[in-house]
């Protein structure tokens, strides 16, 4: 059974910074690329960031390059984003999944909250 369980998550001043982790289980972690989501209330799922099964290539949304950066660790079936320099903007709930442009899975965690807000 996929599971994606993802924590970090708070309430952070605009310009402060956030570090998500998500741990996955029930498929090989490490022959998949995975990703960062988020949702913010009133708008569609979109992708953030995602990094290929060898930590080799990255891809980030235009909104969050140069400000968040997605690692992964193979040995522990987690992967991490680390968000600085965060916005208002930024505010959504925030999941995980495999894949590198679409959702591998259907399954989905129960997301992490993050609020920017002064």
């Known amino acids: 059974q996929v599971q994606f369980v993802e924590s970090g998550g708070g309430l952070v001043q605009p310009g402060g910074s956030l570090r998500l982790s998500c741990a996955a289980s029930g498929f090989s972690f490490s022959t998949y690329a995975m990703s960062w989501y988020r949702q913010a209330p009133g708008k569609e799922r979109e992708l953030v960031a995602a990094?290929?099964?060898?930590?080799?290539?990255?891809n980030y949304a235009d909104s969050v390059k140069d400000r968040f950066t997605i690692s992964r660790d193979n040995a522990k079936n987690t992967v991490v984003l680390q968000m600085n320099s965060l916005k208002p903007e930024d505010t959504a709930v925030y999941f995980c999944?495999?894949?590198?442009?679409?959702?591998?899975?259907?399954?989905w965690g129960q997301g992490t909250q993050v609020t920017v807000s002064s």
């Open positions: 999944n495999a894949g590198w442009t679409v959702p591998k899975f259907r399954s």
């Open positions: 990094i290929g099964w060898t930590a080799g290539s990255r």
